[in-house]
Nanobody, 117 residues
Framework: QVQLVESGGGLAYPGGSLTLSCVNN????????MGWYRRAPGKGRSLVGVVEANGETDYADSVKGRFTVSGDGATHTATLQMNNLKPEDTAVYYC???????????WGQGTQVTVSS
């Protein structure tokens, strides 16, 4: 069974940086994509960024130029580097991994990121 474990959340000042990591500690399958969503207070879940197996990336407009998503297919680890954080980046961040065959999607437990002075 896939088991995604997230780490790296916490409190940051505006303009600061945080790095989130997500590793699969369970059964590993060939992957099609890895990425991150977030759920801000009072809002629905929205895409932050994704990296596909071919290396292509996509980001929400609100984080372009500030966040970088990367993935290591060998270790099944996804990373989200967040720079120049803003209060509106405050949210619970969820990582996901999508299998190549069947396009099954698995989720992490979520990690809280709070940006505040």
């Amino acid at each position: 069974q896939v088991q995604l474990v997230e780490s790296g959340g916490g409190l940051a000042y505006p303009g600061g940086s945080l790095t989130l990591s997500c590793v699969n500690n369970g059964t590993r399958f060939r992957l099609n994509a890895m990425g991150w969503y977030r759920r801000a207070p009072g809002k629905g879940r929205s895409l932050v960024g994704v990296v596909e197996a071919n290396g292509e990336t996509d980001y929400a407009d609100s984080v372009k130029g500030r966040f970088t998503v990367s993935g290591d297919g060998a270790t099944h680890t996804a990373t989200l580097q967040m720079n120049n954080l803003k209060p509106e980046d405050t949210a619970v961040y969820y990582c996901y991994q999508q299998t190549f065959y069947g396009r099954n999607t698995f989720w992490g437990q979520g990690t809280q990121v709070t940006v505040s002075s």
